[in-house]
């Protein structure tokens, strides 16, 4: 049917699902890492990537670890130029660009009037934050809950070094000293929603890699119709929306353009990896 290939820095779990759904359609399958790809830009060859890139009619991306930002930028270039041939990439590296940096994907939900916790960013420590608030020193780069810092004084704030010498600070929602912490992670695919689970955690991190038991609710018309809109927004062909309810308001937390859904799939019935496999190919 489609050749595709699934391009990655690590292929774990994930591709193994995306591979076998494909090739249940009876696609061609190529496992890429980044560390392979090469282009030749010259005057005898038309196609400058790798060579048996050449015929394949999608790209699914997947993991991209941390890197230089030299790394990271070829990368994406790299898909970039795959994509200017007319080649659909799962998720586009522009949708890549404006969730894997937080300070871009909270002012695309600022200037959209999305309702996001009080963030403050900032290349040097001249933050002015409240003594009576609590913070989350997070890194513009990351996932999983990793390398963030709660940060709930002024003197805590300037003994921390942040990742990459930027002060991502967003505001910590909800009470500090609760015993539980939880918030709410839903799938999407073609900008609906296809599963979504509860993730509760006694840290203040709710990462499923962090420890956090998952339990499977109920979607409302509100969180229908809010990760309809970041969907959208984001232009994510599928992707994980992190969202928070506190003082009877959702908060949009994050946006995950590279998601995983291992966790999610432990308690939903359905096939996820085959609905995202479906919709991946009805783009191509």
Request: aromatic content about 10%.
């Amino acid at each position: 049917m489609y050749t595709i290939a699934i391009v990655g820095d690590i292929h774990d779990w994930h591709t193994q699902q995306i591979e076998f759904n494909l090739k249940k359609k009876k696609c061609k399958v190529l496992k890429i890492k980044y560390e392979d790809l090469n282009a030749n830009f010259n005057k005898k060859e038309k196609f400058f990537l790798n060579e048996e890139l050449k015929e394949i009619d999608g790209v699914w991306l997947r993991f991209i670890k941390n890197g230089t930002l030299e790394e990271i930028t070829t990368k994406l270039t790299f898909m970039h130029l795959i994509e200017s041939q007319g080649i659909y990439i799962h998720n586009s590296p522009q949708t890549i660009e404006k969730t894997v940096d937080k300070v871009r994907t909270s002012g695309i939900l600022k200037i959209n009037n999305i309702l996001a916790p009080d963030t403050k960013v900032t290349l040097k420590n001249s933050i002015k934050i409240e003594e009576n608030r609590n913070y989350l020193l997070k890194p513009i780069f990351g996932s999983q809950g990793k390398n963030i810092v709660l940060i709930e004084s002024i003197s805590k704030l300037k003994k921390t070094n942040p990742a990459g010498n930027v002060y991502y600070l967003q505001e910590f929602i909800g009470n500090i000293n609760e015993k539980e912490f939880w918030d709410i992670r839903i799938l999407v695919s073609k900008h609906r929603p296809i599963s979504i689970m509860k993730r509760t955690s006694k840290k203040i991190f709710t990462n499923v890699f962090q420890g956090a038991t998952t339990q499977k609710i109920s979607l409302n018309k509100e969180l229908v119709s809010l990760s309809e809109k970041v969907s959208k927004l984001f232009n994510l062909g599928y992707g994980g929306i992190d969202i928070k309810f506190y003082n009877k308001k959702y908060f949009v937390l994050e946006v995950n353009s590279i998601p995983s859904w291992k966790g999610i799939q432990e308690i939903e019935n359905k096939n996820i990896s085959q609905i995202l496999v479906n919709d991946f190919l009805s783009k191509i």
